[in-house]
């Protein structure tokens, strides 16, 4: 099926385009009242395996916010759900594992999921929120990087110290590549197949990539996402590579064969442009608070972030983190309608 809107896909091969296109970082989610009627009604987990209700959630923000692409409803955590782990998501403390994992026992223990039967649900989320979205918008598929994933696995929940995962990779390196190892080849094979369910474009998340020295990041993270981007199977499906928190590195960034690096607030486009965007396009990075603001200062906002990129082709409007729960969604409207009004200015095309 054609897209009648193609925008995010052409940024991310840095191909000319009439103007830049925006998504937001979990834009289907708490900020929006037609997502709480919903999730009033169901189980969280419920709802990410339920596909008519994934789909009716992810298509959402395309309808009431105008974003240029869907993300699709469901979580990073799944993978780890998939390998055996027991996975809440409580209220107020977010997703809490009841068996995290700590030695070569546990490892031992988890399963080999097959990403395509094992995560069926997911594929189906995306089949039928492609069929009735009928070519709107692109598909965005997603999964944690194995970094990220691993944190998750051996805390068991968010930390602020990454106490157990930090003695794990200094302790018990060996065990933590084998995690990673695994996690990754998984990984591999689940965005495979959310590509061959029809995602359009795939982004990895790598939320806790800013937590580790420079070291530490090359050899428990990046190396990690060369080898999980590698073996993606793909035509021409762009990746999409969040690194969270990474300033240095982006000799390696840009070679990691991402189609596009997205990054935090606290990093000026114009010097990643600079730095990276002879070969990748980049994506962001409006501080995420800043819709706590009203539109006149948000737009003020957006200005800065689309003249920091500069004119030219190559760049996806997005939030530099996710959006937060309490943000007015007129505000976020407001935002989406400034970057497709005002950004023609910034392409060359038309
Ligand atoms: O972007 C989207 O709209 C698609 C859906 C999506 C969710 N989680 C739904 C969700 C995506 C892309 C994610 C990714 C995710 N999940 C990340 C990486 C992105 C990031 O923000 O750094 C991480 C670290 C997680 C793990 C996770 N899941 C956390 C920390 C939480 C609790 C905090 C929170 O935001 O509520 C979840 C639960 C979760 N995942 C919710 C949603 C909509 C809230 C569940 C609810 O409705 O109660």
């Known amino acids: 099926m054609k897209l009648k809107n193609d925008l995010i896909i052409k940024a991310c091969k840095r191909l000319p385009t009439e103007r830049t296109p925006i998504w937001i970082m979990r834009q289907a989610g708490r900020y929006l009242p037609e997502y709480r009627a919903i999730r009033s009604k169901h189980d969280f987990l419920t709802m990410c395996k339920t596909p008519e209700l ?4 992810t298509i959402q923000p395309v309808d009431i916010i ?10 990073i955590l799944v993978i780890p759900e998939a390998m055996g782990m027991h996975l809440r998501i409580h209220e107020g403390r977010g ?17 080999n999921p097959d990403p395509g039967k094992d995560l069926k649900y997911v594929m189906d989320a995306i089949s039928l929120t492609k069929k009735e979205l009928n070519g709107r918008v692109p598909i965005i598929g997603f999964a944690g990087a194995p970094w990220t994933i691993l944190t998750y696995m051996v805390e068991g929940h968010g930390s602020k ?8 990779i200094y302790g018990n390196p060996e065990l933590a590549h084998k995690l990673l190892d ?3 080849t998984t990984t591999a094979a689940y965005l495979s197949a959310q590509i061959e369910a029809g995602a359009n474009l795939v982004q990895i998340f790598d939320t806790w990539s800013g937590i580790l020295s420079p070291r ?7 190396r990690y996402v060369y080898q999980l981007i590698k073996d993606i199977k793909r ?6 590579y969040f690194p969270k928190g990474v300033h240095y590195l982006f000799h ?6 991402a189609d596009a690096i997205s990054v935090d607030w606290t990093l000026e486009l114009s010097k990643v442009r600079r730095k990276i965007g002879d070969k990748v396009a980049i994506q962001g990075n409006l501080d995420p608070t800043v819709l706590y603001s009203e539109p006149p200062f948000i737009k003020r906002e957006a200005r800065k972030v689309l003249e920091s990129f500069g004119k030219g082709d190559g760049h996806i409007f997005n939030l530099g983190h996710g959006i937060l729960p309490d943000i007015d969604p007129e505000n976020v409207k407001a935002l989406v309608n400034y970057v497709k009004e005002e950004s023609g200015q910034f392409h060359l095309l038309y």
């Open 252 to 257: 390696e960034l840009k070679e990691c064969g």
């Open 66 to 75: 105008g974003v240029d692409a869907a993300i699709i409803f469901s979580d």
């Open 54 to 57: 994934a789909a009716e959630v």
């Open 182 to 184: 695994k996690i990754t």
């Open 235 to 240: 035509k021409d499906e762009p990746v999409i």
């Open 95 to 111: 997703p809490v594992f009841s068996n995290p994992i700590n030695s070569s026992e546990d490892l031992r223990k988890l399963r």
């Open 161 to 168: 110290t990454f106490s157990k995962v930090k003695k794990m």
């Open 216 to 222: 530490d990041y090359q050899v428990f993270a990046l």
